[in-house]
Nanobody, 116 residues
Framework: VQLVESGGGLVQPGGSLRLSCVTS????????MSWHRKATGKGRELVAG????????NYADSVKGRFTISRDNAKNTVYLQMNSLKPEDTAVYYC??????????WGKGTLVTVSS
């Protein structure tokens, strides 16, 4: 099982980034996928989740209206489009899925820094 995030970087407040998480080694289309983040000195928090067919999503209140999660089951990839970024969005962003045995599988993360 592999989950590999990319797309992070340094962006100014108000800017946008699109994160990708390319996966392999499991039946991607059968699982809920989610994005989480961890800022320095804080715990890891759920940012957004998406059901298997992609028709139902959920978001943390702090990102609603600014972030959009999507998936491409043909490419085994989940995305996070982040708009109107704020300094408080600075964090390492991880994608995750939970397998049928209840084990969480995480990528290594991609760093997003929002600063002027």
């Amino acid at each position: 099982v592999q989950l590999v995030e990319s797309g992070g970087g340094l962006v100014q407040p108000g800017g946008s980034l699109r994160l990708s998480c390319v996966t392999s080694g499991f039946a991607f289309s059968s699982y809920v996928m989610s994005w989480h983040r961890k800022a320095t000195g804080k715990g890891r928090e759920l940012v957004a989740g998406i059901l298997q067919a992609g028709s139902i999503t959920n978001y943390a209140d702090s990102v609603k209206g600014r972030f959009t999660i999507s998936r491409d089951n043909a490419k085994n990839t989940v995305y996070l489009q982040m708009n109107s970024l704020k300094p408080e969005d600075t964090a390492v962003y991880y994608c995750k899925y939970r397998d049928g045995g209840g084990v969480d599988h995480w990528g290594k993360g991609t760093l997003v820094t929002v600063s002027s």
